[in-house]
């Protein structure tokens, strides 16, 4: 017997390509006492969607140049050897592997790779919808949440504190905000 097939309402099957400009791509680490957010501000990618949504893909890559933390001293030691190390790793990519419907929320699985390793990672991911723009186009949106180590991704720099504490945590938690153009 086979699975019924999967599909979001009103979304159809095609390309849709990120529109950076009304998309987001945001983190939050721990950095102190307090949690530090960033973003990155040159990032794209498209989703092609199947008629069945499990067998649809995605690809998107990320400048790890355009990290921007509101502190450029910050943002220039991320981008270093000693952090994301942009120079010899210039983009993280995330590559679909699966999609499946957790009882009307999604699950989107794919390989992570930054500074050079690849892991695979989940994403919780929220559709928001599909609708036409003002612009002759029609839009999907879609929210994704995730968390990672950065150890598992090969980035271990840190400063220790007094009592055992260290300046940066090892979970950093992703927040996508995204809107796809349909292509075709």
């Keep these: 017997m086979t699975a019924p097939t999967v599909t979001l309402p009103g979304q159809t099957a095609g390309i849709w390509a990120i529109d950076p400009g009304h ?3 945001s983190f939050t680490v721990r950095h102190l006492m307090s949690k530090v957010r960033g973003t990155f501000t040159d990032f794209s990618g498209e989703v092609v ?3 069945d949504l499990r067998r649809s893909t995605a690809h998107a890559q990320i400048a790890i140049a355009s990290v921007d933390t509101r502190n450029e001293q910050r943002d220039t ?5 000693e952090i994301l190390h942009a120079e010899r790793h ?7 592997t ?5 009882g009307g929320d999604y699950v989107v699985a794919g390989d992570l790779t930054i500074a050079g390793v690849t892991r695979p990672v989940e994403l919780a991911v929220e559709f928001l919808g599909v609708d036409a723009d003002p612009w002759g186009g029609i839009r999907a949106g879609f929210c994704a949440t995730t968390q990672i ?4 991704f090969g980035i271990d720099f840190n400063i220790p504190l007094e009592g055992d504490k260290l300046l940066l945590g090892d979970k950093i938690d992703i927040q996508l905000e995204i809107q796809a153009v349909r292509q075709n």
């Design 98 to 102: 699966g999609v499946r419907d957790d």
């Design 49 to 51: 969607v199947a008629d």
């Design 77 to 81: 030691h991320l981008r270093s050897p």
């Design 23 to 25: 998309s987001e791509v």
């Design 90 to 96: 210039p983009h993280m990519t995330f590559q679909v």
């Design 149 to 152: 180590s950065r150890k598992n």
